[in-house]
């Protein structure tokens, strides 16, 4: 099964490209396969085989072909030779090769897949030892004996027994949940060391780059003091070294900087146009400047730097493959790419995965903080794709892309030509249309060519789902309440789906003559066939036809918009998924298609598990309006795709086999990795080892609201517009100050002088500024405030007093060392909530004593990477073993598609969620503010949360925290509610407390 995961493209896991093929292969005389006689179309479940061969000598032969056609696709790029070669999108930079690069080989980096493990049993008492010879070889103090002590008296198997060994087997992956700052980081260097020196090799998967970085340094230290040959290196993106070594630099750290620093020797060849920009040198993507005199019109093939096999940029990875210990991010390891070619077992590869680069490399897999690397990979930051812009000057891939169809052959062209003047013609006329005022995306008819807002000052990330508005439409025409608990019926759910072009199936229902009239408006208005713009006379047929159903104007205007940015998406959804399949075509070697498929997912061809149970990529659509030079705007879209619950829980199993043929042990470690409802952390294996948090009083749930001076009312923040915010969280700040932080402070300065700090939490860098505005309008030094800010772009618009210490999220675990004088840290909560530890100088305490939510965290339920994880969570249900596992697969491929239009049409609004979403929402809230106050909990201190924001304790509209967590404890079944105690011990009681709930839940 490995084997064929390792090879299959992605698209054989879309079910729906799944069925396109096999239908294609039905109507193919030559075929291997054919239907039963007997059984209708749509009731098939399985073929007859005609092809008259064993079927598994038939597997084995079809495997070789795959295997075949994987390795060729996998061939490392040619050196470039003497001559020149262009970079950049244009090829706008020119490089001179010398003819000493002639024939110059680019060495691989060697790795060799380690045997596998089936399991490794680690004692306490091996781990004690270790900490002893390092302390009596460094003269140092055991510190971590303690540390250890207190971990192992405390944790308990998963049949609540005391631990003295971790047993750790392969396959899937092993959960040991155990609350901040009780020494999971520890167990991890030390375990690592310990297996390394008994020959098996590890991999560490910290959060953050900074975090890996500290780890190496710390175990390459340990292995100094205990005189091993034993190596242990960071794994780091080659992007993110130039950014870290300038960060070294800056702090005067000259030895990071040696570890980090390079130059690219490249540039010294640069003859014309700019230079190779520090982070995106042009490694592997020189092309010659000279066209092949090729009859057949080849594109110009991408040629690797013949500096490659020795650059400094690639050290790394080279140390990597060599040490004992890898360190790595969890961004790295499930999105990184070596981009150096890899011998592996004898064959030379390109673009090796850091995760396949690690899984054949390490036996074991400790994954620090997994369930926020599962939730991260839910967000789809990273893979966006401008589609079309008007009134700027930018590069458009897919304008690229028809440039160099030229470059096809007629039989590639044919399949490329459709989806790509498809895609460019939905995507121009949309983009035009929402920028005339034709179309909008959101709640409220815009100005044409109105000012341009920024997607912070929208407050949501700006992403538009095709259907995220269905609930406007269900509700006047089918006259289904968008407040309703219970998603609509199955059969409006056909006749709705049968509206639009994209969703109608081959078995629509016959719809009333009314909406017959709406779909095939709909289906003009995406057609082009006339090759004229018709959207006027469409709307104004739409209204027509609607009017019986709606009868007041601006909702008719709504309804109809609705209706057409659904069509138009939902057209542009369809096409851009052809185009990616089409582009990606392994004969199609396009520089914009390699653009087109990295950005959309598709590039990764062979992933092991491509996609969740919906079965394809969800698109999520943005449009942002310019003014400079001229009114105008762009259209950018971001594929979301995978399944991330499940890559997780089967790391050690199908995907380890997949990507190293072996099963590996994996380790998750969190404080928060069991918190059922909690649809992006929660990680779907069970807990092997746990710690439950029994200090009473070491987590405090306080109530931190602030009265406004004038109405005495308490302020309230979450619920208001975004420019409603703005004055009310200016105003939170100073009178936060006034009623609360004042008196905290004085009291801290008094009895805890070394964490005389607190934290104050906004949802964005433009909160996190207003908050300190006013607090420093009161506070009597603004240099007792600190604010971090964006590492790059444009900071918040609030003006602050110079006084005010503005700084970077890298540089904030540095705060007490280089700012003694700060008593007051506000940030954005998403940056903070994890992995970072604020500590006393020169002690392992953390220096934070408080914590406030000053903003009541976002739910944006139908946010992308939200629903996207809603749905994939809820599909995959309880996930017990089946004797059916195809039934299986289409329960949970129904129970996908249910939530997904669950959420799509539900009205976004938290107070009129419904409970099931309510109570999921809430579970994620609760895990950010576990993590979030065990920043303050390091070195074993105690910690203070406030809840300041009004909207946590007003239980008008149902969204008080007491009403939440009633919510969320009674959507628990028993099982889940007893491991919930259990984990979470003490923690939760302070949730309950202060929710006045039973403490017998
Ligand atoms: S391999 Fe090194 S020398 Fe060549 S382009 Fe990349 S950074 Fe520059």
């Known amino acids: 099964m490995g084997r064929f995961l390792r090879v299959r493209p992605n698209e054989i896991g879309s079910h729906r490209r799944f069925r396109d093929m096999a239908q294609t292969l039905r109507s193919d005389p030559d075929s291997s396969y054919e239907l039963p006689a007997d059984v209708p179309d749509s009731e098939v479940r399985s073929v007859v085989a005609r092809h008259g061969q064993h079927p598994l000598d038939l597997a084995a032969r079809l495997m070789e072909e795959a295997e075949k056609k994987y390795l060729e696709g996998r061939r490392p790029l040619p050196g470039a030779g003497p001559g020149r070669w262009g970079f950049g999108w244009r090829r706008e930079s020119v490089v ?65 027994v005391p631990v003295r060994k971790l047993l750790l087997k392969a396959g899937g992956i092993r959960l040991l949940n155990a609350p901040t700052g009780v020494g999971k980081s520890v167990l991890i260097g030390l375990l690592a060391i310990h297996l390394a020196r008994a020959g098996v090799p590890v ?33 780091v993106s080659p992007r993110r070294l130039a950014e870290k070594a300038a960060q070294a630099a800056d702090d005067g750290q000259w030895n990071r900087f040696d570890t980090f620093g390079y130059g690219c020797s490249l540039a010294a060849s640069v003859v014309d146009g700019p230079q190779p920009v520090p982070k995106d040198e042009p490694c592997t993507i020189l092309r010659s400047l000279v066209e092949p005199v090729d009859h057949k019109r080849r594109p110009a093939l991408r040629h690797a730097c013949p500096h490659l096999g020795v650059c400094d940029r690639h050290r790394g990875l080279r140390a990597g493959a060599a040490a004992d210990i ?30 396949e680069f690690l899984l054949r490399k390490c036996a074991v897999l400790l994954i620090d903080e997994v369930d926020h690397m599962q939730s991260g990979m839910f967000d789809a930051g ?43 013609f939905l995507a121009d006329q949309f983009l035009n249309y929402v920028l005339e005022g034709e179309m909008w995306l959101k709640d409220a008819r815009p100005q044409a ?17 095709p259907g995220s508005r269905d609930a406007l439409v269900l509700k006047h025409l089918f006259g289904i309440d968008d407040a309703r608990a219970e998603p609509a019926p199955e059969t409006v759910y056909e006749q709705f789906n049968a509206l639009f072009p994209d969703s109608r199936g081959a078995q629509a229902p016959l719809l009333p003559e009314w909406l017959r009239g709406i779909a095939d408006q709909l289906t003009l208005a995406v057609s082009n066939d006339s090759a004229q713009d018709q959207i006027r006379e469409i709307r104004h047929r739409l209204h027509g036809l609607v009017a019986e159903q709606v009868e007041h104007e601006d909702d008719r205007r709504e309804v109809v918009n609705v209706l057409l940015v659904r069509t138009w998406l939902g057209a542009l959804h369809q096409a851009l998924t052809r185009l990616t399949y089409a582009v990606a075509a392994p004969g199609a070697e396009m520089p914009a298609a390699r653009v087109l498929a990295e950005q959309l997912g598709t590039v990764a061809q062979h992933q092991a598990i491509p996609y ?10 943005r449009v942002d309006r310019v003014d400079d030079p001229q009114p105008g705007g762009t259209l950018s879209v971001q594929a979301l795709g995978g399944d991330p619950h499940t890559t997780i829980a089967q790391l050690g199993g199908t995907v380890a086999l997949a990507a190293a043929g072996v099963e590996r042990v994996v380790l998750g470690l969190s404080a928060t990795v069991y918190f059922p409802g909690a649809a992006r952390e929660h990680v779907r294996a069970d807990i092997t080892y746990s710690m439950t948090d029994a200090d009473r009083g070491a987590f405090t749930t306080l109530a931190g609201e602030a009265q406004d001076e004038h109405s005495q009312t308490t302020i309230r923040i979450g619920g208001l517009s975004e420019s409603g915010k703005t004055p009310a969280i200016r105003d939170l ?102 992995g970072l530890n604020i500590l006393v100088p020169d002690d392992q305490r953390s220096a934070l004593a408080s914590v406030w939510v000053c903003v009541r965290p976002p739910t944006g339920i139908t946010e992308s990477a939200e629903l996207f994880a809603s749905v994939n969570a809820y599909a995959l249900g309880s996930d017990e073993a ?100 259990r984990v979470y011990g003490t923690t939760l009681t302070s949730w309950l407390d202060f929710a006045g709930i039973d403490k017998e839940i």
């Not at 004690?128 to 303690?146: C, D, H």
């Open 612 to 621: 969740g149970p919906l079965g394809y990529l969800l698109f999520g659509f």
């Open 203 to 235: 991999g560490i998967v910290a959060g953050r780059v900074d975090g890996a970085t500290k780890t190496t340094e710390e175990i390459n230290e340990d292995l100094e003091a205990l005189g091993v040959a034993l190596r242990c290196a960071t794994l």
């Open 96 to 160: 001179e090769l010398p003819v000493t690069v002639k024939d110059a080989v680019i060495d691989p980096i060697v790795l060799n897949t380690t045997p596998a493990v089936e399991d490794v049993t680690v004692t306490r008492d091996a781990l004690e030892g270790l900490v002893k010879e390092i302390s009596r070889n460094t003269g140092k103090p055991p510190w971590r004996l303690g540390v250890l002590a207190k971990l192992f008296d405390g944790l308990r198997s998963d049949e609540d």
């Open 449 to 465: 060519n109105g000012k341009r807002r920024l997607a912070d000052e929208r407050g949501d990330s700006g992403w538009h789902l």
């Open 882 to 981: 089946s004797v059916d596992p195809v039934g299986m697969w289409t329960m949970q491929r129904t129970r996908a598609f249910r939530r997904l239009f669950h959420i799509l049409t539900s009205d976004p609004r938290f107070s009129r969620l419904s409970r099931e979403l309510k109570a999921e929402a809430v579970a994620g809230m609760l895990v950010d503010m576990i993590q979030l106050a065990g920043r303050a909990r390091r070195g074993g201190t105690s910690v203070e949360l406030y809840l300041v924001d009004g909207a946590f304790h007003d239980p008008k509209h149902g969204t008080d925290i007491p009403g939440l967590l009633r919510y969320y404890i009674a959507s628990l079944s028993p099982s889940q509610r007893r491991g919930l105690e």
């Open 733 to 834: 700040g100073a009178r936060l100050w006034d009623q609360h932080l004042d008196a905290h402070l004085c009291y801290l300065a008094a009895n805890d002088k070394d964490r005389e700090l607190c934290m104050l939490v906004g949802n964005s860098y433009r909160h996190a500024a207003l908050l300190a505005a006013g607090i420093v309008s009161r506070c009597a030094d603004p240099g007792w405030v600190a604010v971090v800010v964006p590492r790059s772009g444009p900071p918040p618009l609030t003006v602050l007093p110079e006084k005010v210490v503005t700084l970077t999220i890298d540089e904030l675990e540095s705060l007490p060392r280089k700012h003694k004088n700060v008593k007051v840290c506000i940030a954005p909560l998403s940056l903070v909530a994890r």
């Open 326 to 355: 890898v360190v790595t991010n969890h961004h790295n390891l499930m999105h990184g790419t070596i981009p150096v070619p890899v011998l592996i077992d004898g064959t030379v590869l390109n673009r090796v995965s850091v995760q």
């Open 382 to 424: 990273a893979r966006q794709l401008m589609l079309a812009a008007s009134g700027t000057a930018i590069d458009l891939p897919l304008v690229h892309l028809d440039a160099e169809r030229i470059r096809l052959l007629p039989a590639e062209d044919r399949d490329v030509v459709p989806p790509l003047t498809r895609t460019r």
